[in-house]
Every structure is written in C-alpha cells, then in structure tokens.
C-alpha cells in the first residue's frame, strides 16, 4: 500500500489484533509478488470499486483484468481469508449503528449540504452520494462520488466526520493548491480548509458541550493536526457568518491566504 495509507487510515490496529487469527503467509506473499499500488489514486479507486456493482453484477474493482484483481477473486473465492467470519460478527454491528446514525443525520443531512455549497461557492454536481461503513478503516475518505469511513462510537464525531468527508468532495482543491503553490505555503494547508469548511458547515447542527465539560476531540479542526489551524479559525468563523463577503472560492482562498502572509489583514470586500 501507499505508505501515507498504510501507517494512517489502514494502520486500524484493534482490527488487526481482533483478525489476526485469519493472517495466511500465503496470502501476504502472493501479494508482495503482484506488486503496490502505484499511487494513493490507484488504491482509492479500487477500494471505491469494492463499494459498486458493475453491470455484469460483480464488484465494479473485480471487474477489470490485471495480476492484482485477479489475484484478489481467486483470495475471495478460495474462502482462505476470513471474509465471511469477518462480515458475520461485524454485519449486525454496522447495520445497528447505521439505525442509530441515521435518526440522527436525516433531520440535518439537507441543511448541512446545503450549507457546504454554499461556502464552498460551488454547486454539488452529484445527486447521489453513497456512504459505507467500514469496519477496517481508522479514518475515512472522500473520492469522487462516493464515501468510506469508520464507525466512531460518539454520533456526534461522526456527524462532524462525514460533513469533513462530503467537504472532501465539494472543496475546489484545485483552486486552493494553486493559490497555496504561489504564496510558497505548506499544501497541507489545503487540509485545514476543507476542514473549515466542514466544521462550520455542521457546528450549528452538533449537540452543545454542557459546562464545565469541553467540546468532544475530533469536532473543532485540531491545530496539531491541521496547520494554521488556529491562525484561520478566526477568519473562517467571520465568513461562516456572513459569505456574502467573498465573491467567489477563490477570493475567499486568497484572502485566507494573505492572512497567513501578513496577520492582522482585514478581508477584501467585494462591492457590487
């Protein structure tokens, strides 16, 4: 796997504790002799595949020919790798919590996109947008036009979890790459703003920490893990309330990123 991938999203280690019984050498060696994926673009696009049915009926990723997919039916159809022990334990789990996340996500679902557009300035060009649950994952992603993540235990990390996934697939990150590219600024930055956006698009909807208690972990966009995390959150709060101030994504963007150039800018104001 893509390192990035195998040490964060994929490195689920209560999984592999919990499986570790149905590890097969075998398997692991067919594996490294097929080859990596070339790229994280790769693994996400056959991951997504597991997720669909392609027109024959199988799985859109075993659909295609190559060593990999190949070697992927003949591990499924062989039964070697635990897959139906797995799903038997974990089915019921995931269809339960999919009820309990459900009741709380239909009442807001609308809003919250609704919302994303229209900080994100830009329309949602899907109709649908699948969700999974997936038992392996610590973490999630966003890709193309669909979503993985895992089932945390607290419903409101969760709501804030997919919102951050569904700003994965709105944010403009072309726009923000290039503005970032040209002010000589860390692309990690890229990261901070969907996750701002995903926040302030879902923090009205989250229950309320009741004092002397503090928010939950994993809500507000945490400054050790996403930078400038604390530097933007002022400047995002102030557009939340009021988008209005900002033409379009890119002069939002630009501004954001003059604020980390030069503190203390006040935001450009469009007039009309």
Known sequence: MPIELATGMLQNKAYQARNAHLRRDEVRLELQKVGTFASESDWYRFATGLMKTAP??????????????????????????????????????????????QSEW????????????????????????????????????????????????????????????????????????????RADLNSEIAHTIVDMLAYFSVRD????????????KAIKPNPNYYPAAEELYPAFESYAENPSIYADFEDLVQDMITKLKVPNASPTIQND
């Open 56 to 101: 024959s009926g199988g799985l859109e990723a075993l659909s295609g020919k190559s060593k990999f997919t190949e070697l992927f039916r003949k591990i499924r159809q062989g039964g070697v790798a635990g897959f139906e022990h797995i799903w038997k334990e974990a089915r019921p789990r995931l269809e339960e919590y999919k009820e309990k996340f």
């Open 106 to 181: 239909s009442p807001i679902g609308d809003q919250v996109l609704s919302r994303l557009s229209t900080l994100a300035k830009t329309p949602w060009a899907l109709d649908r947008i699948p969700v999974h649950f997936i038992d392996c994952l610590y973490g999630g992603f966003g890709w193309n036009d669909c979503i993985g993540f895992a089932a945390f235990p607290d419903l409101q990390v969760q709501k804030k979890f997919l919102a951050h996934e569904l700003s994965e697939l709105i944010t403009p990150r072309h726009i923000v790459g290039d503005v970032l590219r």
């Open 205 to 216: 909807f989250l229950a309320k920490p009741v004092y002397p208690n503090p928010e939950r």
